[in-house]
């Protein structure tokens, strides 16, 4: 599997991102996908996660400003993030089928 984040950048508190990760990944379609991120002095962590089917489930720090979604003819991953505060800044890393893809910083800064 190899994956390639893209994205991040430098926002406002309250604005918005939208990451893609591009996964070249046989059969991609029957596999699981996510995103997470590591926050300064923090460990990595998962905070979004869709099924093949496309079943989301959230990180408590992320649900409701978060949103994930795949498109399966494209092997793509996305990740919609609204309402971004500082606490959500750090670098962030799609996951297909187990494996972690190198990370796009995000910066929620003014």
């Known amino acids: 599997v190899q994956l390639q984040a893209s994205g991040g950048g430098l926002v406002q508190p309250g604005g918005s991102l939208r990451l893609s990760c591009a996964a070249k990944a046989s059969r991609f379609q029957f596999v699981f996908a996510g995103w997470g991120r590591q926050t300064p002095g923090s460990q990595r962590e998962v905070v979004a996660q869709i099924t093949p089917d496309g079943v989301t489930n959230y990180a408590k720090s992320v649900k409701g400003r978060f949103t994930i979604s795949r498109d399966n003819a494209k092997n793509m991953v996305y990740l919609q993030m609204d309402s971004l505060s500082a606490e959500d800044t750090g670098i962030y890393y799609c996951?297909?089928?187990?494996?972690w893809g190198q990370g796009t910083q995000v910066t929620v800064s003014s």
């Open positions: 996951k297909v089928a187990g494996t």
